[in-house]
């Protein structure tokens, strides 16, 4: 049973930065890809970030320049670098894994809340 566990939301003024974290539980294989959803009141849920299991990086264009996605294999961790956030990037960060990085993302993390105030 694969099980992720996101970490560092809070609340932060405009300008500021994050880092969320998202560990993988259970067995995963070597070969993985993960991303971040994000999803705000009255608003469609986002993929902000994706991360492939060459390292090769994708963002939203809204995100572009101020997030970066990061990971360590050998923690099967994730991390998503938020800086210069803007209120329009609150709202739940989900994590998300794709086994083989095949047939979208099975795995999906409960969230983590991030608020930015004006």
């Known amino acids: 049973q694969v099980q992720l566990v996101e970490s560092g939301g809070g609340s932060v003024q405009a300008g500021g930065s994050l880092r969320l974290s998202c560990t993988a539980y259970g067995y995963i294989g070597s070969t993985y890809c993960m991303g971040w959803f994000r999803q705000a009141p009255d608003k469609e849920r986002e993929e902000v970030a994706s991360?492939?299991?060459?390292?090769?990086?994708r963002y939203a264009d809204s995100v572009k320049g101020r997030f970066t996605l990061s990971q360590d294999n050998a923690k099967n961790t994730a991390y998503l670098q938020m800086s210069n956030l803007k209120p329009e990037d609150s709202g739940v960060y989900s994590c998300?894994?794709?086994?083989?990085?095949?047939?979208?993302?099975?795995?999906w993390g409960r969230g983590t809340v991030v608020t930015v105030s004006s």
């Open positions: 998300v894994l794709s086994l083989a990085c095949v047939g979208g993302y099975q795995h």
């Open positions: 991360i492939d299991d060459y390292g090769n990086t």
